[in-house]
């Protein structure tokens, strides 16, 4: 709670991301931030609205918590499913047919938050006029690549459609295994415009590598901090986006534990809950709550691999890591370049998959022993996501918990708007700079605040000031 003697800032929402916040900077009698927090203000309830119904509706049912990376829940869900049937083992056909779809949501998604969200911020500056910093601004400046953007999510998009019948809430996932294979007219169709896509990539790579490296003293303190990683990775230590085992590293890359089977999840993730936040602050629960919050997403996933599979994105994971001497990457900005190493690996893995004839194949489902409990996990945009089930006799859900990317980013982000508002609040007179640098910490992180809703375009800020005794002293708009 906020304390009735302290001055409070407030600013609600947090635009240029994926569902809507609120933060708020507490000061200390010298009118300097002593915490910051980042307020979720709507609450999904999907834990709960699951419970009762048949474990076959889950994969559909649960996506709708998310209008932008619906795959990344829909194949959670159906990965837990497929064990409670036995059929985690999946065809060929399914498993890669289920690969597809998830790097195709890989490749929208990214390329969404890099050209949509994120560029206004790297094209034109962290203090740019206010009326620069949306999409319609870096149409009119660099067209080429606002259309690059659209293509590329397009393009991702469509592979969705492919692969789980529709580009939103699919129902191609099915409890072990997948409802439809791609014919080889939907192949060729995406084979096209492959080579472009791949060109587009690499060019996104490049502006976000160039930012970070051109910018590398001003990026390097703002919002940055010594941290934990958490992401999955294969037996032999790659990058894997849809399936693997648990690892997690400190600041200086010790492993804390690696190669934890994802079934046993909850015996080294724990969760807090704080009064104050509908969102839990996971941690490591060797560490502790003070010690063992991390980081997942792109960042966290690039630091924890030893290796990528496409030659591509390998060569451009050895270029990232050199900037810090092999040790984990720690600036918050770097969130961008790692992202966009992610989107080349994605559509590299997607001509890989193209080019594989299993696609074509006709083995789809695959059934075992029943079991009533199981936990999917899988590497969304934003990082690691969990999702555990327990389902009785009757087929019925009893039991529901998720633990979403943005989740494990709580405490992190928290700190990044904490550590900037230290460096750009003086005293008490609420700044636009001030405003954009803390979204733009924020925004790093490519939160999906509510996981239910998200807004393009112009949102409304509200940013109120209040003295020491509760009056409200100043309030901006925009």
């Known amino acids: 709670m906020v304390s009735a003697n302290k001055n409070r800032?407030?600013?609600?929402?947090?635009?240029?991301?994926?569902?809507?916040?609120?933060?708020?900077?507490i000061l200390d009698d010298q009118n300097k931030v002593s915490q910051a927090r980042l307020h979720i203000v709507e609450f999904r309830g999907f834990e709960r609205f699951v419970q009762g119904r048949p474990f076959w509706e889950i994969p559909v049912m649960i996506q709708r918590l998310c209008g932008i990376c619906p795959v990344s829940h829909h194949l959670a869900a159906a990965k837990a499913m497929d064990r409670?049937?036995?059929?985690?083992k999946?065809?060929?056909?399914?498993?890669?047919?289920?690969?597809?779809?998830?790097?195709?949501?890989?490749?929208?998604?990214?390329?969404?938050?890099?050209?949509?969200?994120?560029?206004?911020?790297?094209?034109?500056?962290?203090?740019?006029?206010?009326?620069?910093?949306?999409?319609?601004?870096v149409a009119a400046k660099f067209p080429d690549l606002a259309v690059q953007g659209v293509m590329m999510r397009k393009y991702g998009q469509e592979i969705i459609k492919a692969t789980a019948g529709k580009k939103i809430h699919g129902t191609g996932a099915i409890p072990g295994g997948i409802n439809k294979n791609l014919s080889i007219a939907e192949r060729d169709f995406f084979l096209k415009d492959l080579d472009q896509m791949l060109a587009w990539g690499r060019g996104a790579l490049k502006v976000a590598k160039d930012y970070t490296v051109e910018n590398l003293d001003k990026v390097k303190d703002?919002?940055?901090?010594?941290?934990?990683?958490?992401?999955?990775?294969?037996?032999?230590?790659c990058m894997d986006l849809y399936d693997g085992n648990l690892r997690a590293i400190d600041a200086q890359g010790k492993k804390i534990f690696d190669q934890v089977d994802n079934q046993d999840y909850a015996k080294y993730i724990a969760e807090e809950v704080k009064n104050w936040s509908y969102m839990k602050f996971p941690f490591i629960k060797s560490l502790g709550p003070e010690k063992g919050w991390y980081r997942v997403g792109p960042l966290a996933r690039i630091n924890a691999c030893d290796s990528i599979a496409t030659p591509e994105a390998e060569a451009a994971r050895k270029e990232f890591m050199a900037v810090t001497n092999g040790k984990p990457n720690n600036?918050?900005?770097?969130?961008?370049?790692?992202?966009?190493?992610?989107?080349?690996?994605?559509?590299?893995?997607?001509?890989?998959?193209?080019?594989?004839k299993d696609l074509q194949g006709t083995d789809l489902i695959v059934r075992g022993q029943r079991r009533n409990e199981a936990?999917?996990?899988?590497?969304?945009?934003r990082g690691t996501l969990f999702h555990h089930y327990?389902?009785?006799?009757?087929?019925?859900?009893?039991?529901?918990?998720?633990?979403?990317?943005?989740?494990?980013?709580?405490?992190?982000?928290?700190?990044a708007v904490q550590g900037v508002a230290r460096d750009y609040l003086s005293g008490k007179e609420i700044t636009e700079g001030l405003l954009n640098h803390i979204e733009v910490a924020i925004r790093a992180y490519d939160p999906c605040l509510s996981c239910a809703t998200h807004a393009m375009g112009k949102m409304p800020l509200l940013v109120e000031l209040y003295d020491s005794n509760g009056t409200l002293l100043d309030t901006r708009t925009k």
């Open 331 to 356: 600036i918050t900005m770097a969130y961008h370049w790692a992202r966009m190493i992610e989107n080349l690996h994605s559509i590299e893995k997607i001509a890989e998959l193209l080019h594989d």
């Open 222 to 237: 703002f919002g940055s901090f010594e941290s934990n990683h958490l992401s999955i990775v294969k037996k032999n230590g």
């Open 390 to 415: 327990k389902v009785n006799d009757d087929d019925q859900v009893t039991m529901c918990n998720l633990i979403v990317s943005t989740t494990s980013n709580n405490e992190p982000m928290n700190r």
């Open 375 to 381: 936990v999917g996990i899988i590497e969304a945009p």
């Open 90 to 137: 999946l065809t060929p056909t399914a498993e890669k047919m289920r690969r597809l779809m998830h790097y195709g949501q890989m490749f929208q998604s990214h390329s969404l938050h890099f050209f949509h969200l994120a560029s206004p911020d790297l094209l034109f500056g962290f203090g740019a006029d206010v009326a620069l910093r949306n999409v319609i601004a």
């Open 84 to 88: 409670i049937v036995g059929g985690e």
């Open 9 to 25: 800032i407030v600013i609600e929402p947090v635009t240029r991301v994926e569902g809507h916040g609120k933060v708020t900077l």
